[in-house]
């Protein structure tokens, strides 16, 4: 970690101290706190007061999107926008300069804390006054309070704990005695994760990279709990009740053998036959599970292992292209998924064609398997 800070050791400290960590927490962990309790929680910030979602929602009747409008957002700041030379390097980091909300759990990490706390500027607030609103809790979860540590070069048992915390999120949220805001529905077809139904949804995703929705470097997931069914979670529910299967199932039946990337034991990345953009991957468990807190401690660090890969992988492959390090993760942990993580890297372009659903992709499934496993068996 020296090593990495000691590129931009001219400017602020790349990293937000242990002191400063503990200054800004307000529930140590999730375990000492309830759904309800998060919802005012979110609902006191100041810091988010400032910055409200419009609150304004439609639905598009073809396909069930759902869009959000928000032009507040487009004031948020960012730090990774390209620049010119001489001032892209010049830029604090918001959170390493603390420039942060209240914290609702911290754990600590080999060095410094991963933590969640709120989004100063939530696409999503519990309550709205509007009749097309949509309600919600927006979350960002710091990987690490240190600049440069994410996925991709955190220790192994660092990266479990990153993944076991947005697991407990889920957990108080999701599993909650009562649904936490009042529109919450039970999953369809009655959905139950150990016994207890499951109220809402929590989005979990990944933006890395100014081209794909990334606005600040320093390394973080967001976590988006809403009572509305996402479209993509819609999706798998339908795939389930087409197939009998859940989507993991079907890709642990279906997807060749040849595709495989990487077998933990419990856990596996592979290239999709069905591969949109090159070097897209999936990552699932053997065994059907539908929420991350369902995962055994052995799982969901194999899961943190494959995130590992995955991401150092594109971290690799991107710029071996000619192209800016950028990616998505996103999480479907929804009904009928079985629960899977996709991985989609800003390999290629989107255009007209595959607005229309037929998707040029510029490379084979099989040869970005040969690239994938070079770099994942040269890097260990
Ligand atoms: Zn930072």
Redesign the pocket.
């Known amino acids: 970690m020296r090593g990495m800070n000691e590129q931009t050791s001219s400017q602020s400290p790349?990293?937000?101290s242990d002191d400063d960590v503990k200054k800004r927490i307000q529930t140590a962990s999730l375990a000492e706190v309830t759904a309800a309790e998060l919802v005012a929680l979110f609902m006191q910030e100041t810091a988010v007061q400032q910055h409200l979602p419009d609150g304004r929602c439609q639905q598009d009747p073809r396909d069930g999107a759902i869009i959000l409008y928000n032009e507040v957002r487009n004031r948020r700041p960012h730090d990774n926008k390209p620049d010119a030379p001489e001032t892209a390097v010049a830029k604090p980091?918001?959170?390493?300069a603390g420039n942060t909300t209240k914290i609702v759990d911290a754990a600590p990490l080999s060095q410094g804390f991963t933590f969640i706390n709120k989004n100063m500027y939530p696409v999503v607030y519990p309550v709205t006054e509007r009749d097309d609103g949509f309600v919600g809790l927006h979350f960002l979860q710091w990987t690490s309070s240190h600049?440069d540590a994410d996925w991709h070069n955190m220790p192994q048992a660092d990266r479990a704990t990153v993944l076991a915390r947005l697991a407990a999120l889920e957990q108080t949220l999701l599993l909650a005695d009562a649904p936490p805001l009042p529109t919450a529905e039970a999953w369809p077809g009655g959905w139950r994760s150990g016994g207890r139904p499951v109220h809402g949804y929590l989005g979990i995703f990944k933006n890395y990279g100014y081209l794909v929705g990334g606005s600040?470097?320093?390394g973080h997931q967001q976590m988006m709990y809403s009572p509305t069914l996402p479209p993509a979670f819609a999706a798998d529910w339908a795939f389930y009740q087409a197939h009998g299967k859940s989507v993991a199932a079907y890709l642990r039946d279906e997807n060749p053998e040849a595709l495989l990337l990487r077998d933990y034991g419990e856990m596996v990345l592979c290239v999709p036959y069905f591969m949109k953009r090159p070097y897209q991957m999936l990552l699932f468990p053997k065994q059907d599970r539908t929420l991350l807190s369902e995962l055994t401690a052995a799982e969901l660090a194999m899961m943190a292992d494959g995130w590992h890969d995955a991401i150092r992988a594109i971290r690799t492959l991107l710029p071996s292209m000619g192209r800016e390090i950028a990616y998505n993760v996103v999480v479907h942990n929804g009904p009928g998924a079985g629960l899977y993580v996709e991985f989609l890297p800003y390999s290629q372009e989107t255009g007209g064609m595959e607005h229309l659903g037929w998707w040029i992709c510029q490379q084979w499934p099989e040869t970005a398997v040969a690239d994938l496993r070079r770099v994942l068996d040269n890097q260990a």
């Open positions: 790349r990293y937000l980091c918001p959170i390493c600049h600040l470097m320093h």
